[in-house]
């Protein structure tokens, strides 16, 4: 069974190369009900073919073929561009033969005879390696990309309305493009995207455009296979292949680097700089930027045809003033973060705090309130402009049926400036009711 030997196994594309029709019936036998794909070449020079029009996780070869060797085969492959990992069969195991094949990168070899348990062990072993050196590689990218790790949080008509959309858009391929100011949660969407897809158990890779160095942008996204020893580095594109790839600040992309995403989103395959095949993608585009890219089309420092490319779908994030009754919400999250993380005592969010919050106009969104709050936790006060001493704290501020009331009429009045009756119109209560409890809160 495929669990017998883990998920990356049962999630493979494996093809098998070697002269010998029964060795391929075989491990086609063998492999078939355990893995996702096999194919199967009986040749190098059919291979060769099958590989420039698919990509394959691992590649089982047979070393001594008619005119082309196994080991042979697998060297010319590294030039043109070879990501699969290799395990080489063989009946001669002799010193020169094992040194030739780590020198062409085979990742294991088995000796023939074998039975089919120990070419199952070989491959589970070797597609484990290749999936902790990913995983390691895009760990290290996260946290390099200082991910803020906080979740969607509010109740607020304005995010209903991007969740919906999310929801909507989460079962389809289609690219999407979160717009908004900086601070508004892009990536947070973007991750929340993914997460709803049937893409979840796969990366997530977010590349921020603007933190790469203009010369560095394309290998990072691409990949390389410009090495001393002939190995192909891939690219994030390669790295995120079946899972999402989130392009940020995408409107701080170099003009070249635009065109060869245009041909990746065209294509949906990339060619690593240096290598002379390009590999086909299974990949879910995201984008987002701050900037104004119609003007920025307009002003000929984005491509028109990549800019339509990407714009299928967008949605905008609003800014935290738009939705001022999340911040509530945020700000209690914020400060038991920041409590339990710095190892502080967290500060009581009293009424008159928390109106005053609501009040602000939050230039900075979410992630300014968020700095606001950690920077508060750390001085153990709030900046004066959002102190309080109302004798409501803590949960009872949060969560108090009366106190929520207070802050949502308040708000109501604020976005009436102060008229009374407007306010009273909006809300469907009367006069008075505002005129009373108004006078109770003031009291």
């Known amino acids: 069974m495929a669990e017998d030997y883990g998920n990356d196994l049962a999630g493979a594309s494996i093809l098998v190369i070697d002269d010998e029709p029964g060795m391929r019936n075989f491990l086609y036998k063998t492999l078939q009900p355990r893995v996702k794909r096999i194919d199967l070449a009986a040749s190098p020079d059919e291979a060769t073919a099958k590989l420039d029009e698919n990509h394959f996780d691992l590649v089982i070869l047979d070393n001594v073929m008619p005119r082309k060797t196994g080991l042979e085969w697998v060297t010319e492959q590294k030039r043109l561009g070879f990501m699969a990992e290799t395990v080489l069969i063989t009946a001669y195991a002799d010193l020169e033969t094992a040194i030739a094949a780590l020198r062409a990168g085979v990742s294991d070899f088995v000796l023939k005879p074998f039975r089919a348990n120990q070419i199952l062990g070989a491959v589970a072993r070797t597609l484990d390696r290749k999936y902790l050196r990913r995983d390691n590689t895009l760990l290290r990218h996260e946290l390099n990309s200082d991910p803020n790790g906080v979740k969607m949080l509010g109740t607020s008509d304005t995010l209903g309305e991007v969740r919906a959309m999310l929801k909507k858009l989460a079962p389809l391929p289609t690219p999407v493009l979160f717009t908004g100011a900086s601070g508004t949660g892009k990536e947070l969407a973007a991750r929340q995207l993914h997460a709803l897809s049937d893409r979840a158990d796969r990366p997530f890779v977010a590349v921020n455009c603007a933190a790469v160095t203009p010369d560095r942008i394309a290998e990072e996204l691409f990949g390389d296979n410009g090495g001393g020893d002939g190995a192909l580095k891939p690219g994030l594109f390669l790295l995120a292949d079946g899972g999402t790839l989130f392009l940020d600040e995408v409107a701080q992309m170099p003009i070249q680097v635009q065109a060869a995403l245009l041909r990746v989103l065209e294509d949906q395959r990339v060619r690593p700089i240096g290598a002379e095949r390009e590999f086909p993608l299974n990949l879910r585009l995201l984008f987002a930027t ?154």
């Open 290 to 443: 701050n900037a104004d890219l119609d003007a920025a089309v307009a002003q000929g420092r984005f491509r028109a045809d990549l800019y339509h490319r990407m714009n299928v779908v967008r949605i905008h994030m609003p800014p935290l003033k738009e939705r001022s009754e999340d911040i509530t919400e945020l700000a209690a999250y914020f400060m038991e973060h920041f409590a339990c993380v710095l190892g502080l005592s967290g500060l009581e969010l009293s009424a008159e705090t928390l109106l005053k919050m609501r009040r602000y106009d939050w230039p900075g969104n979410v992630r300014e309130l968020k700095n606001m709050i950690e920077r508060s936790v750390i001085l153990g006060q709030f900046p004066e402009e959002f102190s309080g001493d109302a004798k409501v704290t803590g949960a009872r501020a949060t969560l108090n049926l009366e106190q929520v009331m207070q802050r949502h009429i308040l708000h109501v009045l604020d976005l009436c400036d102060g008229n009374r009756a407007e306010a009273a119109r909006r809300l469907g209560v009367s006069r008075k009711t505002i005129d009373r409890r108004v006078a109770a809160w003031e009291g």
